[in-house]
């Protein structure tokens, strides 16, 4: 008798098209930042995407690798200031298949 064999099924979570971020900001490649240049690149991406009708994007920071100390600057600094906007509902540490640690995921309101 011959053995059967195990077939493995890779499921779909049909609702993770849904949690996709609608759009994406990198901080890489933009050479040295200040924490004044972070908050108007963040405020513009922003600006743009609620007048998109965005609702959810996510910020790569990076993890601070490359920081001094090895400690990360950025995405401290962009949370802070990401949560005292009045239009920002959530910020969190994006998915792991996102970046995870080196991600903020914000959820805007709607207007």
Do not use: W
């Amino acid at each position: 008798m011959a053995k059967k064999r195990k077939v493995k099924i890779n499921k779909v979570n049909k609702y993770d098209n849904l949690s996709q971020p609608e759009a994406e900001f990198d901080f890489h490649d933009r050479g040295f930042l200040h924490m004044g240049d972070v908050k108007k690149l963040a405020d513009d991406f922003l600006s743009d995407c609620l007048d998109r009708g965005l609702l959810k994007v996510l910020f790569i920071t990076g993890k601070g690798l490359h920081s001094r100390n090895g400690m990360p600057v950025i995405k401290p600094f962009l949370k802070k200031h990401l949560l005292s906007l009045p239009y920002v509902e959530r910020v969190y540490e994006g998915r792991r298949d996102r970046g995870g640690s080196g991600t903020l995921e914000v959820i805007l309101r709607k207007s």
